[in-house]
């Protein structure tokens, strides 16, 4: 069981330390400190209840549900550019970046956004569902085991991205710093919903 679950462990973070979408909006939270609780929350609670599903077989289904993960692939397109080119508004209207005076978003708004970034992305299927409860399976019965590492892989993270993000904030004091970041961040987006736009999900 240990090693199931030190293996499911080592799976989850490699799948998800990654600069992504729902990485880079808990970084982005994180460093102006806003609703971080909820964001983390959000995202690993998600996680969990995927990586269960995955485990307990719901990965076979997924699998050969095609026109599902189709329809969610141009939902992250078109939620994903969105947010890309939000980003660079905010590049653009500098006076919104310094992270004393952003404007927090309400707590609904955040919520959603958070969700959206998990839900709305068909690779965190393949990644939570399918990959996890393939790999799962091969345990046998330790498989829960496994999904107990992945689930731990994911709190462990969202958590140290989210609550450690605040660490970066004396670089990001100047609305230059924000502008970078910000930038990066629309990159990002717009590189991802490309990808899913033109590349698929292989």
Known sequence: MITAILAGLLTGLSLIVALGSQNAYVLRQGILRSHVLVVVSVCAVSDLVLICAG??????????????????????????????????????????????????????????????????????????????????????????????????????????LGYGARFLAPLLASRRAWQVLDTLIGCTMIAIAAGLAFGGLG
């Open 55 to 160: 485990v307990g077989g719901m990965g076979a289904i997924v699998s050969h549900a095609g026109w599902a993960l189709e329809m969610l692939r141009w939902f992250g397109v078109v939620f994903l550019g969105w947010y890309g080119i939000s980003s660079f508004r905010r590049v653009l209207r500098p006076a919104a970046l310094d992270a004393t005076d952003t404007p927090r978003e309400t707590l609904p708004r955040v919520v959603a956004k958070a969700a959206a970034f998990t839900w709305l992305n068909p690779h965190v299927y393949i990644d939570t569902l399918v990959l996890h409860g393939s790999i799962a399976a091969t345990y046998g019965s330790a498989r829960w085991g496994f999904a107990i590492g992945g689930c731990l892989a994911s709190i462990v993270w969202f958590s140290g």
